[in-house]
């Protein structure tokens, strides 16, 4: 049996994707769909960029980044890393020099539901990682296996390759690719909503009055 399952890498997110979800932030995705977020243990290392790219999904099994080697060098512009770390909150699979390898691709962002190390060097390159935290103790070359482009599980959101990513300061959103548009326009339009509410704030209006929670608290005090 194999120890390494590969399938093909998905196509770099296209420009009328990527231009759809430029403005959408997560938070406002989080009022209207409860599902495909991670962990919101798995935090911006640093940095508050927004980015949309697609999933290249990787498995990695606790002490061994064989395959995440391999895998830089197949990364385009527009590819997201997003690696499970199969339970391991020990080993940092990524670190100053992958981030640079990565970085010299084109690549977007990684995605790590597990540790990483170098946070300087990742930062001076200003190349975006979300993940769980900061560990010292590294993967190495132990030819363990691991899988490539198959569906894979990060912070407890399914992750298949070519799902489109969307991460910013409050978290990261895994989203199908026939279900962008729809995500995209309920967001925007809430935004926009949003936008009108704050001004009508600046005008002295109540936020009580714009969402209905001072009515709610009226008819309970006349029952």
């Not at 599902?35 to 099994?61: C, E, N």
């Not at 339970?87 to 990483?116: E, F, L, P, Q």
């Amino acid at each position: 049996m194999k120890k390494f399952r590969i399938g093909p890498m998905p196509e770099p997110i296209s420009d009328a994707v990527k231009q759809r979800l430029a403005e959408v932030e997560t938070a406002t995705v989080g009022h209207f769909r409860h599902w495909g977020f991670m962990d919101t243990r798995i935090q911006a290392l640093g940095h508050s960029k927004r980015l949309v790219g697609t999933a290249v999904t990787l498995a990695l099994p606790a002490q061994d980044s064989t395959l995440l080697h391999h895998t830089l060098g197949l990364l385009k512009p527009g590819h997201i890393v997003v690696i499970d770390r199969l339970g391991d909150r020990k080993h940092a699979c990524w670190g100053g020099g992958v981030t640079y390898a990565a970085h010299s691709a084109g690549a977007t962002a990684a995605i790590i539901d597990g540790m990483c190390t170098d946070p300087l060097e990742i930062a001076q390159l200003q190349f975006p990682v979300w993940c769980r935290g900061i560990s010292p103790i590294t993967t190495r070359m132990y030819n363990l296996g691991g899988l490539l482009n198959h569906p894979v599980s990060c912070g407890g959101a399914v992750v298949r390759p070519g799902d489109i990513i969307l991460a910013d300061e409050n978290g990261v959103l895994v989203i199908p690719p026939d279900e962008v548009e729809e995500v995209a326009e309920m967001a925007l339009a809430k935004q926009a909503r949003g936008n009108v509410n704050i001004e009508k704030l600046r005008n002295g209006a109540r936020l009580g009055d714009l969402s209905g929670a001072n009515t709610f608290i009226e008819q309970d005090a006349a029952a």
